[in-house]
């Protein structure tokens, strides 16, 4: 029997974020991966489920948003599967899902796929307030599970994840938790609605509307990195391993997957690939471009996905992010209107 999916955006595969830029990617893998799921997915308004109606035809739509506590809840609680690609700091939207896990039986169990991101890693910079140097702590999925699973209570995204990684703990044998935890995600998104990402473009914007180049404090800070279209496999794996009741995945415990295609230095983003003249800015300068700046260009996070390549075979195959800099800026420049 097909599973149902559930996406923050289609069902029984479930999915919250359909619409989005990553879950729209997933939606893409998995809808053509799986003609025959019967995918559903929460989409906030008429506008966007008739975009998503077009192109998927056979999706069942449900509308709500991550604030619709009840409605999210009941699509749980049908769900076999469910995709969590909306925002990963969204409190309620996590104890809703929870809610709808916990009433299904070890006969029934949910598989619970769920985003977070890797600014989770960034908790040093966070608390040092200290951006732009580099920082040589590194995190891994593999041996340094355990780690990942119990970050600090003040990190990035940490109270999110606590909800999802609880709900597996506390109905091991009717709840099995996956998290994936991208980095910086870049390339063309393959959805119905959101095709583009953010960090490495608001950079790109910012730099074309200033005329010239900068550094966040020296920009020896270091990021990794994964391409959409990577990531989604990762996504496709774990459905596939969940279809199977469980497959090769690891779950709840164990059940943390990094996703990066290699480490990149934030500094040869901003110094080399934009404009000649770059000038350091301090904090209260990043800060006036873009309220996250410090975090979203000036912060470490370095964690490598061994789990998804052990598991699955998983191997990145998209172009580096570096390589495509120049596709970014014409896309933001065309955007500006320049």
Known sequence: MAPQVFMFAPPPTANLGATGYIGGDGLYAIANAH????????????????????????????????????????????????????????????????????QHTAERPLWLIHTSGTGILTVEDQRAKSYGIERPKEYNDWEGVGELVNLPADAFHRNVDEIIINTGKQNPNSVRTAVV??????????????????????????????????????????????????LSNVYLALGDAAAEGGGKATWNDEGYYLAENGSFVWGDIQQVYFLPEVESLDDKQTTEIL?????????????????ARKLFGWEPKQPKLIELIPNIVTLEAKGLGL
């Not at 074309?208 to 900068?214: A, S, T």
């Open 35 to 102: 003609p025959d799921w019967e995918l559903s997915a929460l989409v906030r308004n008429k506008e966007k489920a008739a975009v998503v109606s077009s192109k998927y035809p056979k999706i069942r739509v449900v509308h709500g948003d991550l604030d619709s506590s009840d409605i999210i809840e009941e699509e749980v609680k049908k769900a076999d599967i469910v995709f969590h690609f909306a925002d990963c700091d969204h409190v309620a939207a996590a104890e809703a899902i929870a809610k709808g896990a916990k």
């Open 291 to 307: 309220s996250v700046g410090l975090y979203a260009w000036g912060s470490n996070s370095r964690g490598y996905a061994h789990r």
């Open 181 to 230: 935890c991208p980095p910086t995600i870049y390339g063309p998104g393959r959805g119905p609605v959101n095709q583009k990402s953010i960090q490495a473009y608001l950079l790109a914007a910012a730099v074309l509307k200033r005329g010239k180049g900068f550094l966040v404090g020296k920009g020896e800070n270091v990021w990794h990195q994964v391409h959409v279209q990577d």
